[in-house]
């Protein structure tokens, strides 16, 4: 992990992350305390890590090692991507791309990246995969046929947060709010706000809305949303090794989901942050937050957004070990979650970065890199996207 925010004390042990955003909205002085437990775009010190990590030395404070040239040397086994019998088993559902089976190298020996390694080979079948991100209209089409409603949409429940004044308790989200002058990036409280009223109805709070956002990811999902959606349409979140093959697109261990270079030819690729982070976006990819879905070339598999524009929840648990103990073949990972710096949190993996992430502060765009997440918890840079196995296509 990169480098993180000094962690206080917890006052109780469920929902950490909501408590401590409503905490911190209604009593200032505790300060974002909990941070750590559902943002990714972040840096850790040497102190914050865990052997567990098995983290680099620390990175320049201002920016992240280039990742042509930050690399780790004997990182783990290496084989070539193998794509065996590319032929579909039948009519692609809608807006799915099929994924032959095959093999590759998962993992990462970009110096930051501790809990991707080592890397190590896996097997996987074939399956069917969005082309893109789960959008605002589909997303809504859901919320109206099934009567859903979002984590983020819920009144807290006062027995889960003893001590907490009642009328503290009110329905929101994790908002990115940038500073208006250069901040530390030690501290993420100086860009992140909870906010009372946001949703994925009003990503930005009671102020905002979806006009003109159909075809945007959706944002502040939980885990639980994200898979009672995919339930929904008969489909499932994808693994961890399922995602990373996917976005590597038939590639073997190149840095980007596209191949070596961030920006070949000077074209741009996905949505990220460009300017100084987190005050000062020039926007020159075009947007200051999320952009509408496909808006940038697919990798080899045809898959758009698979760096960038916005984290996507997969269905492992998170662990920073699991991959010294994964099976080869068709991983699905740990039973159980463990974050060593939040040890009673449970959480879940996150793949493909953010608007937000950049050289100065998150290069998780790259398809090695991990992030996480609590279950219930989602933030303005969170979607995701969906899987089918074969047999379960129609």
Not at 83 to 110: C, E, H, N, T
Request: hydrophobic fraction near 35%; include cysteine; glycine fraction near 10%.
């Amino acid at each position: 992990m990169d480098r993180c925010v000094t962690k206080l004390p917890r006052p109780a042990p469920a929902r950490w992350p909501i408590v401590a955003f409503v905490l911190a909205f209604v009593m200032v002085a505790v300060g974002l305390r909990a941070l750590s437990s559902s943002l990714r775009d972040r840096k850790t010190t040497p102190a914050d890590r865990s052997p567990l990590e098995q983290a680099a030395p620390e990175a320049d404070p201002s920016r992240l090692p280039d990742p042509a040239n930050a690399r780790v040397p004997d990182a783990g086994e290496v084989v070539p991507t193998e794509v065996l019998d590319p032929a579909p088993p039948g009519p692609a559902p809608k807006g799915m791309a099929w994924i032959p089976p095959g093999r590759f190298a998962m993992g990462s020996d970009y110096e930051p990246f501790g809990d991707a390694r080592p890397i190590h080979p896996v097997e996987l079948d074939g399956f069917w995969i969005d082309r893109t991100p789960v959008t605002n209209a589909q997303f809504a089409q859901f919320a109206g046929e099934a009567r859903y409603v979002t984590v983020a949409e819920r009144r807290p429940d006062p027995r889960d947060f003893p001590g907490v004044p009642p009328e503290a308790l009110v329905p929101g989200a994790i908002v990115f709010s940038p500073p208006d002058e250069p901040v530390s990036l030690d501290d993420p409280s100086a860009w992140w706000r909870y906010v009372a009223g946001a949703s994925w109805r009003h990503p930005e709070g009671p102020g905002s809305d979806l006009a003109g956002q159909d075809e945007h990811p959706v944002v502040q999902v939980s885990w639980d949303d994200a898979a009672a959606y995919a339930r929904w349409a008969g489909k499932r979140l994808p693994t961890e090794a399922e995602w990373e093959y996917a976005a590597r697109g038939g590639l073997t261990q190149q840095p980007y989901a596209w191949g070596v270079q961030f920006q070949p030819g000077g074209r741009t690729m996905t949505n990220t942050w460009q300017g100084r982070f987190p005050d000062r976006n020039t926007k020159q990819d075009g947007y200051a937050r999320t952009s509408p879905v496909g808006s940038f070339p697919p990798n080899g598999f045809g898959l758009s957004d698979m760096a960038g524009n916005v984290w996507q929840w997969c269905a492992d648990w998170y662990r920073p070990d699991s991959y010294g103990v994964s099976p080869r073949a068709n991983p699905t990972g740990p039973p159980d979650s463990l974050d060593p710096a939040e040890p009673t949190i449970p959480k879940r993996v996150q793949r493909g970065g953010s608007f937000l992430c950049c050289d100065q502060y998150c290069s998780r765009y790259m398809p090695g890199g991990r992030g996480k997440g609590a279950v219930d918890t989602g933030a303005s840079h969170v979607g995701f996207r969906c899987v089918r196995t074969p047999s379960a296509a129609r």
